[in-house]
């Protein structure tokens, strides 16, 4: 008995900690009904290689993840950071360059920022403080998103 006690609860556990993580992965949610998912949580941590060839790694500070089958200019599902810790109606595009070239890269947007500055500053925040990537900001309507 204590046997098939132990091997169930194995099999809650697995069951769990699987959710838990294909969920955490595979967040959804939506922005005034356009569906985005989330592949990084505030909290959670970020790396990657930067186009120097250096390792990065980054704890994020916003939720970061793309509008789901809305595609950027870099043929990529468009970029989204949401500020987890407000909600708000104001959509902010950033348009970030290519950090070798100063030329347009992509846009990525910023939701649930109170203000342009709030949204600036919830972008730069994600990036290392000499960040050369930056080429603007705008307040933008639900519209020019699709």
Do not use: C
Not at 1 to 16: P, Q, R, S, T, Y
Not at 30 to 45: A, C, S, V
Not at 66 to 83: S, T, W
């Amino acid at each position: 008995m204590i046997k098939w006690i132990l091997v169930f609860a194995v099999l809650i556990a697995g069951w769990i900690g699987y959710n838990y993580y294909y969920n955490k992965l595979d967040s959804k949610t939506n922005f005034r009904g356009l569906p985005i998912t989330i592949e990084h949580r505030k909290g959670d941590t970020k790396s990657g290689t930067d186009v120097f060839g250096n390792d990065w790694k980054k704890t994020m500070l916003h939720d970061y993840g793309y509008f789901d089958g809305i595609m950027g200019a870099d043929g990529q599902e468009l970029d989204v950071y949401m500020n987890p810790n407000t909600s708000t109606d104001k959509i902010f595009r950033i348009t970030q360059l290519n950090v070798l070239t100063k030329e347009f890269d992509e846009y990525k947007i910023m939701l649930n920022f109170e203000s342009i500055d709030d949204a600036l500053a919830g972008y730069l925040k994600n990036y290392p403080e000499d960040w050369k990537g930056f080429g603007g900001i705008e307040e933008i309507t639900l519209e020019e998103i699709k």
